[in-house]
């Protein structure tokens, strides 16, 4: 199933737009409880106004939650905001760290946006734990854990190191673009004869293939009649 995701989604990559590990770190917690596009809409005038960890560290206060306003949860994603600037000041000459160790003492950060910004900021393996991740983990029956900390060691045990931040994208995209939370394209996926759930959504090829999401529909769409017609040989 890994080896598919990996063909059908080529283009997986980390949708928050960013220029710098602190940018990453800010997009990350900005995207709490808001869409990637929403805060890829909202971060470049922020980031050309807070270049760098001192900027959010004396960041006045009600300009900055103006400027996020639109992700939502703006006072305790500004105070989150600040405080890590004050802590990369303070701890970290005003540079991320490196480590998750570290990385998990900022404020603002646990250990899901840790392993994004290692990830993608530092190539450092680290598996992704979000809502869509954890549902289509479960789905796959990957594994019957709940908790994020013990999904991300029960599928790291199953894929090669290397592989966990690609990995992470792809099921994230999978899980954004096919696997939907209420109503999966089960009939238009390419690992429909893989997939445990199969049967959750709707079966029938057109009508699923309806339910596709992303740039690449068409493709998505063509890559899964060949899949099924492989299946069907």
Not at 24 to 48: G, H, M, W, Y
Not at 59 to 70: N, Q, T, V
Not at 114 to 132: E, K, M, Q, S, W
Request: one cysteine or more.
């Amino acid at each position: 199933m890994a080896r598919v995701l990996a063909e059908v989604h080529p283009d997986a990559h980390c949708e928050l737009d960013h220029g710098s590990p602190l940018e990453l770190a800010v997009a990350t917690i900005l995207s709490a409880q808001c869409t990637d596009q929403r805060v890829n809409e909202v971060t470049p005038k922020l980031f050309a106004r807070y270049r760098a960890a001192a900027d959010y560290a004396g960041a006045e206060r009600a300009e900055l939650e103006e400027m996020i306003k639109p992700t939502g949860f703006f006072r305790n994603k500004a105070d989150s905001l600040i405080k890590l600037g004050q802590a990369l000041v303070e701890r970290f000459d005003g540079e991320v760290p490196r480590t998750l160790d570290e990385l998990v003492t900022l404020p603002g950060i646990g250990r899901k946006t840790a392993n994004v910004i290692l990830g993608n900021a530092f190539d450092v393996p680290g598996i992704t734990v979000d809502t869509h991740f954890s549902r289509l983990v479960q789905r796959w029956k990957w594994t019957a854990e709940t908790d994020p900390v013990k999904i991300e060691h029960a599928v790291g045990a199953l894929v090669e190191r290397r592989d966990w931040t690609m990995l992470s994208h792809r099921v994230i995209f999978h899980g954004r673009r096919v696997c939907h939370a209420r109503k999966p394209a089960c009939g238009a996926c390419v690992l429909a004869g893989d997939c445990p759930s199969y049967g959750l959504g709707p079966t029938e090829f057109e009508t699923a293939a309806k339910l596709l999401k992303g740039p690449r529909v068409a493709e998505l769409t063509e890559l899964a009649r060949q899949h099924r017609e492989a299946k069907a040989r």
